[in-house]
């Protein structure tokens, strides 16, 4: 067949450059249309205000640039299950063409898409575009799914050596658009009042100091200057404190695909000739191992779709969690009395984001200290981080609350100790926490902040030795 029409179905990879399925898709036609459904069903990519903000604002630049290269980006609301299938036959399209996802949600949804598509005669190609390699290409030495992340990355790694040069950058797409007739349709001419309405409906306060940004453009901006800026060469070090803008916040774009994880894997080895010193290579190297830290939770997830409901370690689903609702509160407020944790949840309820060494100190108090069970916590993330992601949240909370794929047993975070090791001169406690500003550094790293200082801010909810004790004694139960 000449040129068929094709519908090209955006999800994860809300973007034009270096999209694989998108590439494949113009490989046999550029009569495309693109699409991209807020999925009733799966809530996760907007129920967040910080999310709703981020996708809403990446949708209206993808539709302009479809525009630019004289298509259209047809949006639409409900269930993908009807309408894709729906969508094709309005427009025509011989093809519907995706990226494919790692979700157990998806998984199914698409599965039952395909079949529809099927039943209509219409054909319905996916491609991996979300992770550097796909989940059936990476396997231990006995050909089971990897559930350690040290010999995973090791693996990967050597794979990306030659891999990650494949990526397409400087693609020009020309399109051809949809018959003015079918312009018509009230499919596609409401399109355009869909995202209207969902971004008019956006209640994000964060926007101007979320790090993360939204569109294409602006995470290719943001990848250009965590490297020109030589950010990545001193990540090592800068990574772990939370007062110092160390990190790529690349987070959200990636999570939702407005940046491909090939071009960001290629920046690193694009480096690799210009580090000056042994810290510098370090640092490129350790941010590569975050990048697969993303990659790994993704095939984890895909290989072990129970994650997402339960604990990889089975014991842990008969801890006897407390969860006392009184300090949870406490813990999603940012008032728990222990700066480093209060200061952490403030910068999430504010901007929508939390530096990475702060979610591991915050996750292992809520879990370890407050005794509450750890899907609380996934929830709550959930429910308001820009990056939130199912694979990686949940990935980070079995971390945390070492019911996951971590060999090391059990881990407990000393929250004051942690602050002084990454925030020594407070000045991340102060910035979200400006009531103690005038406290001295040591009296705020020991806990020791006398009633005078304290200008309404509370004493602690808990004392971390007892409640580290009686988490050790409830662990040896189970
Ligand atoms: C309890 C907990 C929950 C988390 N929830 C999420 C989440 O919902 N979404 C999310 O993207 N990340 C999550 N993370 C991982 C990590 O905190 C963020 O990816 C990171 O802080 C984002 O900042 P950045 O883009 O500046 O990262 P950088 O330090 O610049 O790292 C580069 C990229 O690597 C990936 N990455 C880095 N660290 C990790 C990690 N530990 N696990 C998985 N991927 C990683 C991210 O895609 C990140 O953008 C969580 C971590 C913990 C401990």
Same mark, same amino acid.
């Given at each position: 067949m000449n040129n068929p029409r094709i519908l090209f179905w955006h999800r994860k990879d809300?973007?034009?450059?270096?999209n694989q399925a998108l590439i494949k898709a113009f490989s046999l036609s550029n009569a495309i249309t693109s699409t991209y459904i807020l999925d009733k069903n799966y809530? &996760?990519?907007?129920?967040?205000n910080s999310r709703a903000w981020f996708l809403g604002n990446s949708l209206k630049e993808l539709g302009n640039n479809w525009e630019k290269m004289g298509s259209r980006l047809v949006i639409g609301e409900g269930d993908p299950v009807l309408i894709i299938p729906q969508l094709a036959k309005t427009i025509d399209a011989k093809i519907v063409v995706w990226n494919k996802s790692i979700e157990p949600y998806e998984i199914n949804r698409d599965l039952a898409i395909k079949n529809n598509l099927k039943e209509i005669n219409i054909q319905s190609i996916e491609s991996w575009d &979300?992770?550097?390699?796909? *989940? @059936?290409?990476i396997f231990t030495g006995n050909n089971k799914p990897y559930s350690v992340y040290g010999p995973f990355y090791k693996n990967l790694k050597s794979k990306m050596n030659f891999f990650? @040069?494949?990526?397409?950058?400087k693609i020009i797409f020309h399109f051809k658009d949809i018959d003015n007739k079918l312009k018509e349709n009230q499919n596609i001419k409401s399109s355009n009042s869909v995202l209207e309405k969902f971004l008019k409906n956006i209640k994000f306060s964060g926007s101007k100091i979320c790090p993360c940004r939204p569109g294409e453009r602006a995470a290719k901006i943001l990848l250009e200057n965590f490297i020109n800026e030589k950010k990545i060469f001193s990540y090592?070090?800068? !990574?772990?404190?939370?007062?110092?803008?160390?990190?790529?916040?690349?987070s959200a774009s990636l999570r939702f695909g407005t940046i491909s994880i090939r071009k960001v894997w290629n920046a690193t080895l694009n480096l690799h000739s210009d580090f000056e010193n042994q810290e510098n290579y370090l640092s490129i190297e350790t941010w590569q191992k975050e990048l697969v830290w993303r990659e790994f939770y993704q095939h984890c997830l895909f290989h072990f779709p129970e994650l997402e409901s339960g604990p990889? !370690?089975?014991?842990?689903?008969q801890f006897p969690w407390e969860n006392n609702n009184e300090w949870f509160q406490h813990w999603s407020n940012g008032e728990t009395g222990v700066p480093i944790i209060d200061a952490a949840m403030r910068q999430l309820n504010s901007s929508g984001w939390m530096h990475n060494r702060c979610r591991m100190i915050v996750a292992s108090f809520l879990v370890?200290?407050?005794?509450? @069970?750890?899907q609380k916590g996934e929830e709550k993330f959930m429910e308001i981080l820009?990056?939130?992601?199912l694979a990686a949240n949940n990935g980070g909370w079995q971390w945390s609350a070492s019911?996951?794929?971590?060999?090391? *047993?059990l881990r407990i975070f000393n929250p004051y100790t942690q602050a002084k090791k990454f925030d020594p001169i407070c000045k991340y406690i102060k910035f979200w926490i400006?009531?103690?500003?005038?406290?001295?550094n040591s009296d705020l790293l020991n806990g020791e902040i006398s009633n005078l200082e304290k200008n309404n801010y509370s004493s602690p909810i808990v004392n971390h030795n007892i409640q580290q004790r009686l988490f050790k004694s409830l662990y040896a139960e189970i």
């Open positions: 809300l973007r034009i450059i270096d809530s &996760h990519d907007f129920n967040a &979300h992770l550097l390699i796909e *989940p @059936s290409k990650g @040069s494949f990526y397409e950058d090592n070090s800068a !990574r772990d404190l939370p007062s110092y803008n160390g990190t790529s916040f690349l990889y !370690r089975k014991k842990w689903a370890k200290d407050l005794i509450c @069970s750890w820009v990056d939130g992601d019911s996951g794929m971590d060999p090391k *047993p400006p009531e103690l500003s005038k406290v001295s």
